[in-house]
C-alpha cells in the first residue's frame, strides 16, 4: 500500500467519527510525510505525520525524536502489532492505524480505540535487497557509504556474496527509494529508514541461519574475562552493547565466529546447553575486527532481536550515541 493510500485509509476513519473532520495538507519540510488538520468539535489541531506501511522495534528511537521536535505529532500506519503500540502508548505518541485504531492524547482531544484486528499483511512483489545475501550486501553500505559507488565486484568482496547478485541488490534499493541516482552517483535518500528496515530484515531473515546453537561456560566466569581470537571471533548482542554505552550489564551474551564448533568449545572453554545464555552465531562479514566487539549497527540489531525494557533502552542510546550517524 502507498502512502498515500495508507493517509486516506486513516483520514476516512477520523471522520468517520461523529463531528470530527480531518484534512491532509502537502508537507512543509522534508522532515515529515504530511500535515493533517484535525477538528473534533470546537477543537482544533495541526499534526505533523509520520506514515508506516508497519512499525518495528528500530524504528521507535527516531519516532521519540520526531515527537519531540514536531508537536504534536501523529503517526500513520497500515498496522501495527500489540507490543508496538503499547510502546507507543508508553511514550505517549498519538498514532491511527489504517483499520481504525487510534491513539491520540493531546489537550482537549483523547481518543482511544483498539477494538479493531490487525490488517493482513499485503503480497509485495519480489525485491533482492533483503535477500540474505541482500542483507550481507546493505550491511557493508550502510557501514562504508563510499561503497554505494564503488565498481560492483568490489561490493561483492567486501559483502562476501557473489558478483551477479549486486546489481539486483542494487536495484532493489533504488526501487524502494532507500537510495536514488544522481549526476555524481547513487545516494542515500533516507537512511534512518533504511536502517530500520535492515534490522527487521536481519533478525527475520540472516540470523536464523547463522545460529551455531547456544553454550554455556565450563566454569563460572565473566565475559570480561574471555580473550578472544580477534578477527575471527568477536562480541556481540549485549556484551557489546555494554562496551559501547557503558549502560548495560550483559547477561545474555552473543558471540559471532568463524570458528567451527569443536575448535569454538576448546579455545573457549564452553559446551553446548540448550538453556545456556551464550548464543554463537556465525560471523558473516568478511573483514577482520579490530577488536573484540561486533559493529554497533550489528550490536543495536542483536539488541531489537531481544527487545526486552533494558535492551530497548540501551538500543536508543546506542542510536543516539553512534548508529545514526555511522
Sequence with gaps: MHVDEIIASAVQRINAIPEAHALVLKRSNQEVD???????????????VEVKYELRHAHIPKLKHQARDHSPFLLIAYRLFPGIKEQLRNARINYVEANGNMFISEPALFIDI??????PEEKRQSNRAFTKAGIKVVFQLLLNEDLLNASQRRIAMESGVALGNIPHILKGLLTLGYAVRKTQGIAWTNRAELIGAWVQAYNTTLRPALVKGRYSFLEDRSWHDVELEKGQTCWGGEAAADHYTHYLR?????LYTTHERSQLMSKYRIKPDGAGRLFVLEKFWPQAMKDAFAPPLLVYADLLNAPNKRNLETAERLWNEIVKDV
Design 250 to 254: 550483559a547477561q545474555d551474551l552473543t
Design 34 to 48: 504530511a500535515i493533517l488538520d484535525w477538528k473534533w468539535g470546537q477543537t482544533e489541531r495541526r499534526f505533523y
Design 114 to 119: 483498539d477494538r479493531f484486528e490487525t490488517l
